[in-house]
C-alpha cells in the first residue's frame, strides 16, 4: 500500500528521510546545546534557533520528496495542502503513566466541542495533522509514539467500525479503572502502565531520521519510559518530577528530540483557529503563524504555498473570531 493510501486508510504512514547516523548525531548535539541554552525547555520554536546552519539542515529535511510527494496527492485530491507552523524541536516529551489517561489524546480532541469544528471534521476533504522526524528508534527510554491505526475515523465523526468500538470502550473502561486507582497509582509512582491495555494499540518503530505523518484524529501517545528505566532513573535523580504532568528527567545519551509540523488544507486550518482563537491568552496564534512563515527562507518551497493558503483561510477566520 502506498504512503498516501496508507495515511487515508489507517490514520498515519512512514516515509523515508535519507539522515545519515553522522548527521543525527550532529543533529541531536545542536539541539541539545539550544534546549540547554533557554533553560532546557521542552520545546523550542526551530525558526528562533540561534545555529542558523542547524535550521537550514532541519528545513531541508522537511523539503523531502517523499512528503512533497504525499501531499501533492493529497493537493490534487482533498484540496491544496503544504506545510505549516509550529515548526519544534521538543526533547523527552514523555506523558506520565499516572496520569488516568496515560497520554492518550487526539490532536483535534478540543475541536470536537463546537459544531462549527464537527461539521468540518466530517468532511472528507479535511485535512489536518503531524508531521514528526524522530532522531532515535522507539526503544525503553521511548523515543516516538503508539498509535491505535484507523482511530481517525471516529476521532473525526466520519465513520466508525466494531474493531474501533473496541479500543474506545477499552480505552473508557482504562480511564475509568485508572480515576479508580488514582491514590494507588500516585502512591506506588508509574508501577504499571495500564494505557498499554488499550485495545488495538500498536507501537511504531521508525528508523533513527524517519518521518511518521498522521491524522490530526488518531488516537496516538508519546511512547512512555519503561517502569523498569524509571526505577533506575529514580535511584540516580530521585523522585519524578512532574511538570504538567510531564516526566522531567534527564536521559542524557538517550534523551528524545523529535522535529515536529503539521500539514493542512484550507479547511483543516479553518477549523484549527475556530478552536484555538477561543482559548485564554491565545488570540495571537493567527499572527504567530504568518510570523514564523515569514521568517523562513524564501528558498524553501513551501514557504509560498503555506502563505498563500492561510491568507485565503484568514477570511473566514477573522469572521467567526470577532
Not at 2 to 9: A, C, D, G, W
Not at 92 to 111: E, K, L, M, P, Y
Not at 221 to 250: C, F, S
Amino acid at each position: 500500500m502506498n504512503s498516501y493510501k496508507n495515511l487515508i486508510k489507517n490514520g498515519y504512514c512512514f516515509l523515508t528521510n535519507n539522515i545519515s547516523e553522522k548527521e543525527i548525531v550532529s543533529l541531536k548535539a545542536g539541539l541539545e546545546i539550544e534546549h540547554q541554552r533557554l533553560n532546557d525547555v521542552k520545546r523550542i520554536n526551530l525558526t528562533d534557533l540561534k545555529n542558523k546552519v542547524l535550521i537550514k539542515k532541519i528545513f531541508s529535511y522537511l523539503d523531502n520528496k517523499f512528503i512533497t510527494n504525499v501531499l501533492d496527492k493529497i493537493s490534487k485530491i482533498d484540496n491544496e495542502v503544504s506545510i505549516f507552523p509550529p515548526f519544534e524541536s521538543m526533547k523527552n516529551n514523555f506523558s506520565s503513566i499516572r496520569r488516568a489517561d496515560h497520554g492518550w489524546h487526539r490532536d483535534c480532541g478540543g475541536q470536537k466541542d463546537y459544531k462549527f469544528c464537527l461539521e468540518k471534521l466530517k468532511n472528507k476533504n479535511y485535512r489536518f495533522g503531524k508531521i514528526g522526524i524522530y532522531l532515535q528508534t522507539n526503544s525503553e527510554y521511548g523515543g516516538a509514539i503508539d498509535i491505535v491505526p484507523c482511530s481517525h475515523f471516529s476521532g473525526r465523526k466520519v465513520k466508525s467500525s466494531f474493531s474501533d468500538l473496541f479500543t474506545k470502550s477499552s480505552l473508557l473502561l482504562v480511564d475509568k479503572f485508572c480515576l479508580f486507582l488514582k491514590n494507588y497509582i500516585r502512591q506506588n509512582n508509574n508501577k504499571i502502565d495500564w494505557g498499554k491495555f488499550v485495545i488495538g494499540n500498536k507501537r511504531l518503530l521508525p528508523i533513527p531520521g524517519q518521518i511518521i505523518i498522521f491524522d490530526s484524529g488518531l488516537l496516538h501517545r508519546g511512547t512512555p519510559i519503561k517502569v523498569k528505566i524509571i526505577k533506575k532513573l529514580e535511584e540516580l535523580q530521585g523522585k519524578v518530577i512532574e511538570k504538567n504532568h510531564h516526566l522531567n528527567y534527564n536521559l542524557r545519551d538517550n534523551n528524545k528530540f523529535v522535529l515536529y509540523s503539521h500539514y493542512a488544507n484550507q479547511i483543516g486550518i479553518e477549523s484549527y483557529f475556530f478552536h484555538r482563537l477561543r482559548i485564554d491568552d491565545n488570540q495571537n496564534e493567527l499572527e504567530k503563524w504568518f510570523t514564523w512563515l515569514e521568517k523562513l527562507d524564501n528558498r524553501i518551497p513551501f514557504k509560498r504555498k503555506s502563505l498563500n493558503i492561510l491568507k485565503k483561510a484568514e477570511k473566514n477566520i477573522r469572521k467567526f473570531s470577532l
